[in-house]
């Protein structure tokens, strides 16, 4: 077997991006297997994020994220405890590793055990040299350096246990969206596909709305309910009819559509089929307090000028190849283990 290089690296994840696009027969059956493993891996999410993950590795902007990658000649094991919270969350991490040259320990989450393998032995199939810079372990063991995605609670277990070797180690965050009341009935559909795709279980999904004081929430309603059939879940359901008998048992004040319940609040986290959201008179008032949340922010959605990073409506859920979860720069990372 040949040695691996940056550039069969570049090669194989271009060859993966057009496969990931056009699926063979047989990794389409792989692929629809998996939706057995995961009541919240449906198959159109998994096609969902097979999909932005062939978006992402497109020629140009791997072409552009190589340029920030330096592929190392001493490989340095770095120990990865992915997430299982949407299909392949995971796999980007992946990807930065072996975009490097090290080698990638890869401890898998049981909520996603079967589709990151699936899509790991297709690129060892493109390249064959990559076999030998992925190992799946059950427990982490001489590593160099440790990626840990999980949640703020976990995190304190990742600190104790990872704290003496370099390491990124990744909390709880959420993502909102910040509207003016001018936004089109199509600005609010993509919205919804910001809430509701993955059922609203990833970072990148809007958890809260900022909106105007004054604003008819009737416009946001309408605007959503071609999502309507997210009812149909039973998980989901399960989740919509627990905090909306909560809400009404506590007389808590909240609007309901009949599958997303939109409740006032200033915290950032949601619970599962539930919206907070918070009305302003000032947006600077609305730009300090995101400013203030910054650790615990992932995506910013809105189309007014910020003087923050944000992204488009219905953009949260196609990042980039740059989109670094928690905002922390996973390839500088490992460029300095070098």
């Known amino acids: 077997m040949s040695a691996l290089t940056q550039e069969k690296a570049i090669i194989a994840f271009k060859a993966l991006g057009k496969k990931l696009a056009h699926p063979t027969d047989v990794l389409e059956d792989?692929?629809?297997?998996?939706?057995?493993?995961?009541?919240?891996?449906?198959?159109?999410?998994?096609?969902?994020?097979?999909?932005?993950?062939?978006?992402?590795?497109?020629?140009?902007?791997?072409?552009q994220w190589f340029k920030t990658a330096s592929f190392t000649s001493s490989p340095k094991k770095v120990g990865l405890i992915l997430a299982g919270n949407i299909p392949m969350v995971g796999f980007h991490d992946v990807l930065c590793v072996l975009a490097t040259g090290n080698i990638a320990l890869i401890k898998l989450s049981s909520s996603d055990d079967q589709l990151i393998k699936i899509i790991i032995a297709a690129l060892i199939n493109i390249e064959p040299a990559f076999e030998n810079r992925i190992e799946y372990v059950e427990r982490l063991k001489d590593f160099d350096a440790v990626i840990a995605t999980g949640s703020n609670n976990s995190s304190r277990y990742f600190d104790y246990y990872?704290?003496?070797?370099p390491n990124i180690i990744r909390k709880n965050r959420n993502s909102v969206a910040v509207l003016d009341g001018t936004e089109t009935p199509e600005e609010i559909k993509n919205l919804g596909a910001d809430i509701f795709d993955y059922f609203g279980l990833g970072c990148r999904n809007v958890s809260k709305i900022f909106y105007p004081k004054g604003y008819d929430i009737a416009?946001?309603?309408e605007g959503i309910e071609g999502y309507s059939d997210i009812i149909n879940h039973f998980k989901y359901q399960n989740n919509y009819d627990y905090n909306k008998s909560i809400y009404l048992?506590?007389?808590?004040?909240?609007?309901?559509?009949?599958?997303?319940?939109?409740?006032?609040?200033?915290?950032?986290?949601?619970?599962?089929?539930?919206?907070?959201?918070?009305?302003?008179?000032?947006?600077?008032?609305?730009?300090?307090?995101?400013?203030?949340?910054?650790?615990?922010?992932?995506?910013?959605?809105?189309?007014?000028?910020?003087?923050?990073?944000?992204?488009?409506?219905?953009?949260?859920?196609?990042?980039?190849?740059?989109?670094?979860?928690?905002?922390?720069?996973?390839?500088?990372?490992?460029?300095?283990?070098?």
């Open 30 to 63: 792989q692929i629809y297997q998996v939706q057995n493993s995961n009541a919240w891996f449906t198959l159109e999410n998994i096609e969902r994020s097979i999909l932005s993950f062939s978006e992402m590795l497109n020629d140009a902007d791997l072409a």
């Open 162 to 165: 990872f704290g003496k070797v």
């Open 249 to 338: 048992v506590n007389a808590a004040k909240h609007f309901d559509n009949g599958f997303l319940l939109l409740k006032e609040d200033e915290h950032l986290t949601s619970p599962l089929a539930v919206l907070f959201y918070q009305e302003y008179e000032e947006l600077s008032k609305v730009e300090d307090q995101l400013k203030a949340s910054a650790g615990q922010i992932q995506c910013i959605i809105t189309k007014t000028q910020l003087s923050v990073q944000t992204f488009n409506f219905g953009e949260s859920q196609h990042p980039k190849l740059w989109d670094y979860a928690d905002n922390v720069n996973t390839i500088e990372f490992l460029n300095s283990l070098s």
């Open 219 to 221: 416009n946001f309603y």
